[in-house]
């Protein structure tokens, strides 16, 4: 079945870029997901990209979409001590049915 | 629009009692999602509908659990009986075919003692 996978955790300073990356196993993956978790509250979505662009930008947040080597990255730019959460990415595959397959989470943590 | 409405937003029950988890998804959404989240397994889909019709139950842990949707409008998530194991945060979320993305609830966060 399709795997996402992500690294467990990230700290950065505020101020700093963050950079958060995911690997999935589908290669039918027809859109790619960003969604930020804050304690206590459900996923919020924060972007998304279609399988057939390699690069997306909204604000502060870009994300790179390498379709070849199924890797996917957020960019936030200028990190807040509010940007501290939990973010997963997620893909949605060919067979349709709006299901999304979601990653492990990363937890960043912003630092002053 | 109030969002996706899931309630109770805590849950306490001993083990062995009947837990009945609700939500009310966005009005118009066609697709309706159960989630689990733990720190052990992190998020996992127990099940979603399409029209009310259950598409895929193949994330239901085993034959405690059982999920309804009884009109559009709402959702049920029952365990019986509740374990301990089954302690976790579970979040129904909706969508609507043509759009992206899914909408969360603030999830119901059940433990079992």
């Known amino acids: 079945g399709e795997d996402v996978e992500q690294s467990l955790f990230l700290s950065v300073r505020e101020g700093d870029s963050s950079v958060i990356n995911c690997t999935y196993t589908?290669?039918?993956?027809?859109?790619l997901y960003w969604y930020k978790q804050e304690p206590g509250a459900g996923l919020q979505l924060l972007t998304y990209?279609?399988?057939?662009?390699d690069m997306k930008q909204d604000q502060r947040l870009t994300v790179l979409l390498n379709k070849k080597d199924k890797h996917l990255s957020l960019r936030i730019a200028d990190t807040q001590t509010g940007d501290s959460a939990i973010y997963f990415c997620?893909?949605?595959?060919?067979?349709?049915?709006?299901?999304?397959?979601f990653g492990t989470g990363t937890q960043l943590k912003v630092e002053l | 629009d109030a969002g996706v409405i899931q309630s109770p937003r805590h849950e306490v029950t001993e083990m062995g009692q009947e837990v009945t988890l609700r939500c009310k998804p966005i009005?118009?959404?066609?697709?309706l999602f159960w989630y689990r989240q733990t720190m052990m397994r992190g998020l996992e889909l127990l099940i979603y509908?399409?029209?009310?019709?259950?598409?895929?139950d193949s994330g239901m842990p085993e034959d405690r659990f059982s999920a309804k949707m009884p009109n559009a409008s709402f959702s049920t998530l029952k365990i019986q009986p509740s374990e301990p194991r089954d302690s976790a945060v579970y979040f129904c979320?909706?969508?609507?075919?043509?759009?992206?993305?899914?909408?969360f609830g603030s999830g119901t966060r059940l433990t079992v003692v």
């Open positions: 009005s118009g959404h066609d697709y």
């Open positions: 997620a893909e949605r595959g060919a067979g349709g049915g709006n299901k999304l397959t």
């Open positions: 509908f399409n029209n009310n019709v259950p598409i895929d």
């Open positions: 589908d290669s039918s993956s027809t859109y």
């Open positions: 990209i279609f399988s057939n662009m």
């Open positions: 979320a909706s969508s609507f075919s043509g759009t992206h993305g899914y909408t």
